[in-house]
């Protein structure tokens, strides 16, 4: 689940340049999990009702823990993650480094 995410975030799998291999790398580990479900259902191990509601706790947290630390990475790497626009990052000058003074403001009191 969480790789998943990641995987897609991180490879731009719909960005729309049509690379379908991002895609199926991204899916990969998804494969694996559902490879471990099936074959509990096929050894009797659970019930496909189990099974399914498994699948979709373990996405539904995936989800929501990839969202919580996206809004971290976003602070990090703001043009990989896109950060959103009411956040407070602090802008970059062109060599990518903070700047240590907002547009606008001084750094001598006045």
């Known amino acids: 689940g969480y790789l998943t995410w990641f995987l897609l ?3 731009q799998a719909f960005d729309g340049s049509g690379h379908p ?6 899916v ?10 099936i074959t509990r259902y096929v050894d009797y191990w659970h019930h496909p009702t189990d099974i399914a509601a498994g ?3 373990g996405w539904a947290i995936s989800w929501v823990c990839y969202r919580q630390q996206r809004s971290r990475l976003a602070e990090v790497d703001p043009v990989m993650y896109g950060a959103p626009a009411s956040s407070s990052i602090r ?9 240590l ?8 009191p006045m």
């Open 9 to 11: 975030d991180w490879l």
């Open 91 to 99: 802008r970059l000058n062109e060599d990518g480094l903070p700047l």
């Open 28 to 37: 990969l580990p998804s494969f694996g999990a559902l490879a471990v479900g």
């Open 21 to 26: 291999w991002r895609l199926i790398v991204a």
């Open 55 to 57: 699948l979709l706790l």
């Open 101 to 108: 003074q907002q547009p606008g403001s001084s750094l001598l």
